[in-house]
């Protein structure tokens, strides 16, 4: 059975299976089909299906053409789980979000493989790069694929190799970011090797699908936390009149020891305010508490409120209130040069100020229309930011930092700026940091 799949991968013949083609799986199908592998993709949207049949993309930094030529090659999308049975490989990048508990939430993974499982077939490996809490791949994946009367590591080969996007980024494409790669088997692990190392310049092998999981959230911990720790620090360099993002540049020219991070308006993203309390609801089965996951945390969804009492303050100065002010917030995706709007801070923003009585809009070039939100609703669409709509304004708040914004204009006609993102490095007098 082995042997056979190795073959069959080294010659780029075995044909794969992406199920969930969203920010990973779209890039990830791309590179499988650019390299010759025959690649399906399996989705429960079937608008997103159409649109990827008709070679079209719905995701900005994912050029349309990509698709379309994946397409000439053979590329094709699908709502038919049947189809997995064609599959040699089956690679699974379907979403972990919180429940309304701040729990896992993995009935997407489980859903999905319980929807696989009438068509797995022996000589198949089964790949999981969801992010999600050690034990997901052995005790959700495991049993339910045993079930099935399949051995793991002799019929089917079961893997866990974390995803490692960073939307927009132009320094890194999927090739170029090193993978790890975890199995339950030797033979597993081996059978993952080969698969990832087709496609990724550099696959790094640990010992368990154990240690992959627990990998992918140290990465995210590292960062929730250390963003935690940039964001109080700038509360306390505000109360003591000290510039943040001046100390972090000064900083930042420690050449060894010293990383930089970025305070704003809060946390976004569907990776680094969520991936962490997978680790904190699992650790509690080992009567562990996750400390500096649950202190980053309440600083982070903190910091809406406190953004939204610096502006409090600067309406306050001139005279006004929140209430009946006209607020714009510039960038409203969760970070900048994206279009990515899932857990974005800037929402929190727009959210809190109007229900304090502000009449809110946002200018964003990559999110022309605010979109359908499972918690937010705002019926509007991205102004164009001319002098005659700045001025308009009582006060302009810079949330998510697009290179794509005419800071200057921004500067030379707002009344009152309110910047979370440091991009204004002088002083000035309608500029409050916030
Ligand atoms: N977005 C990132 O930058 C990033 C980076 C690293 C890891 N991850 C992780 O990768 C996973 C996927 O994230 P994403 O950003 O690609 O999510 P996404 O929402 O963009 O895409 C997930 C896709 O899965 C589909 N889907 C949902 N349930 C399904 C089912 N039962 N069967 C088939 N398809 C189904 C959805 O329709 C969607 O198209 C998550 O665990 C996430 O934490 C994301």
């Given at each position: 059975?082995?042997?056979?799949?190795l073959?069959?991968?080294?010659?780029n013949?075995?044909?794969i299976?992406?199920?969930?083609?969203g920010?990973?799986?779209?890039?990830?199908?791309?590179?499988?089909s650019?390299?010759?592998?025959?690649v399906?993709?399996?989705?429960?949207?079937?608008?997103?299906?159409?649109r990827?049949?008709?070679?079209?993309?719905?995701?900005e930094?994912?050029?349309g053409?990509?698709?379309?030529?994946?397409?000439?090659?053979?590329?094709?999308?699908?709502?038919?789980?049947?189809?997995?049975?064609?599959?040699?490989?089956?690679i699974?990048?379907?979403?972990?979000?919180?429940n309304?508990y701040?729990?896992?939430?993995?009935?997407?993974v489980?859903?999905?493989?319980e929807?696989?499982?009438?068509h797995?077939?022996?000589?198949?490996?089964?790949s999981?790069?969801?992010?999600?809490?050690?034990?997901?791949?052995?005790?959700?994946?495991?049993p339910?694929?045993?079930?099935?009367?399949?051995?793991?590591?002799?019929?089917v080969?079961?893997?866990?190799?974390?995803e490692r996007?960073?939307?927009?980024n132009?320094d890194?494409?999927?090739?170029?970011?090193?993978?790890v790669?975890?199995?339950?088997?030797?033979?597993?692990?081996?059978?993952?090797?080969t698969?990832?190392?087709?496609?990724?310049?550099?696959?790094v092998?640990?010992?368990?699908t154990?240690?992959?999981?627990?990998?992918?959230?140290l990465?995210?911990?590292?960062?929730?936390?250390n963003?935690?720790?940039?964001?109080?620090?700038?509360?306390?360099?505000?109360?003591?009149?000290?510039?943040?993002?001046?100390?972090?540049?000064?900083?930042?020219?420690?050449?060894?020891?010293?990383?930089?991070?970025y305070?704003?308006?809060g946390?976004?993203?569907?990776?680094?305010?969520?991936d962490?309390?997978y680790?904190?609801?699992?650790?509690?089965?080992?009567?562990?508490?996750?400390?500096f996951?649950e202190?980053?945390g309440?600083?982070?969804r903190?910091?809406?409120?406190w953004?939204?009492?610096k502006?409090?303050?600067?309406?306050?100065?001139?005279?006004?209130?929140?209430?009946?002010?006209?607020m714009?917030?510039?960038?409203?995706?969760y970070?900048?040069?994206v279009?990515?709007?899932?857990?974005?801070?800037?929402?929190?923003?727009?959210?809190?100020?109007?229900?304090?009585?502000?009449?809110?809009a946002?200018?964003d070039?990559h999110?022309?229309?605010?979109?359908?939100?499972?918690?937010?609703?705002?019926?509007?669409?991205?102004?164009?930011?001319?002098?005659?709509?700045?001025?308009?304004?009582?006060c302009?708040?810079?949330?998510?930092?697009?290179?794509?914004?005419?800071?200057?204009?921004v500067?030379?006609?707002?009344?009152?700026?309110?910047?979370?993102?440091?991009?204004?490095?002088?002083?000035?007098p309608?500029?409050?940091?916030?």
């Open positions: 059975m082995k042997k056979a799949l073959s069959k991968i080294k010659n013949k075995a044909s299976g992406i199920v969930g083609m920010y990973v799986g779209l890039p990830l199908m791309l590179r499988f650019e390299v010759g592998f025959p399906i993709g399996i989705d429960i949207d079937t608008d997103k299906v159409d990827l049949n008709r070679g079209q993309s719905y995701i930094h994912i050029s053409k990509d698709i379309a030529d994946a397409r000439v090659r053979g590329f094709h999308a699908t709502s038919d789980f049947s189809e997995a049975r064609d599959a040699d490989i089956l699974i990048c379907v979403p972990t979000p919180l309304r701040r729990e896992p939430d993995l009935s997407f489980i859903n999905t493989v929807a696989l499982i009438p797995l077939r022996p000589g198949q490996l089964v999981l790069e969801s992010t999600t809490y050690p034990g997901t791949t052995e005790e959700e994946l495991k339910r694929i045993e079930g099935r009367g399949l051995q793991i590591g002799k019929d080969f079961l893997v866990f190799s974390p996007e960073d939307p927009a132009p890194f494409v999927t090739r170029t970011i090193p993978k790669c975890g199995g339950q088997t030797p033979d597993c692990l081996e059978v993952g090797m698969l990832y190392g087709q496609v990724i310049d550099r696959v092998p640990v010992s368990s154990q240690a992959a999981e627990m990998t992918k959230l990465e995210n911990i590292h960062r929730a936390v963003i935690g720790l940039v964001n109080e620090m700038k509360i306390i360099a505000d109360r003591m009149g000290i510039d943040i993002h001046e100390v972090i540049r000064a900083a930042a020219t420690k050449p060894f020891g010293f990383v930089p991070y305070p704003g308006p946390l976004g993203g569907h990776c680094i305010p969520i962490p309390f680790l904190t609801w699992k650790a509690r089965a080992y009567g562990l508490h996750t400390r996951i202190l980053a309440e600083v982070n903190g910091m809406p409120e953004v939204v009492g502006i409090a303050d600067a309406v306050n100065e001139r005279g006004m209130a929140i209430r009946g002010s006209r714009l917030v510039l960038g409203i995706a970070k900048k040069n279009d990515d709007m899932r857990e974005s801070p800037a929402v929190m923003l727009m959210e809190i100020l109007r229900a304090k009585g502000a009449d809110v946002y200018s070039h999110v022309s229309v605010f979109p359908k939100m499972r918690e937010h609703r705002f019926d509007l669409k991205s102004l164009t930011l001319t002098s005659e709509t700045l001025s308009s304004f009582d302009v708040i810079v949330a998510t930092n697009h290179d794509a914004f005419d800071y200057d204009l500067k030379a006609h707002a009344r009152l700026i309110v910047d979370t993102r440091g991009v204004y490095l002088d002083p000035a309608n500029v409050v940091k916030a």
